[in-house]
């Protein structure tokens, strides 16, 4: 008794069929030049569809790491608070008010970072437009130049000529 194996592939058919959609590379070629074009349409919708989904995906990630060094960072921090306080109610020596204030200013730097970092990024940002600005504004003033230029030149193309002035005839005497 043999038992054939069913073909994976007609199952496949058979539920992409059930959906309506046709199974990709299996579909017979089109030679239309309409059917083509929209084809590539379409497709590129999709692919444009996927690369913004990817992109709001990897952003996704990017934001979830960046909470999962923030919250890292701040149980560090915590930690790093308590340590100070435990070792002065145990009376261990060596941890002055001095140490205490130098590991605070440590601490309270460590924590303003991502606002400083910003902050540069904010200023990197407006310089920079500030230099788009004005080197549009430059252009802008460059091409009113020429466009005087290529005006008063065509004024003066336009502009009729005087024939020359014949010279006086003398008259005898």
Known sequence: MTTSTPDPMEFVRQLWGKLGFTLPGMVTPTFSQPDLEKNITDLKAVEGWLRTNLAMLQMTIQGLEMQ?????????????????????????????DETQASIGETLQRATLWPFNM?????EGLQKHLEDEVKAAADRASAAVDRARAATAAAATAAAPKKPAAKPAKKTGS
Request: glycine share 8%; hydrophobic share 35%.
């Open 118 to 122: 910003m902050q540069q990024v904010q």
């Open 68 to 96: 999962k060094t923030t919250l890292s960072t701040v149980e560090a921090v915590g930690k790093i608070m308590r340590q100070p306080e435990e070792q002065n109610a145990a009376g261990i020596p060596g941890v002055t």
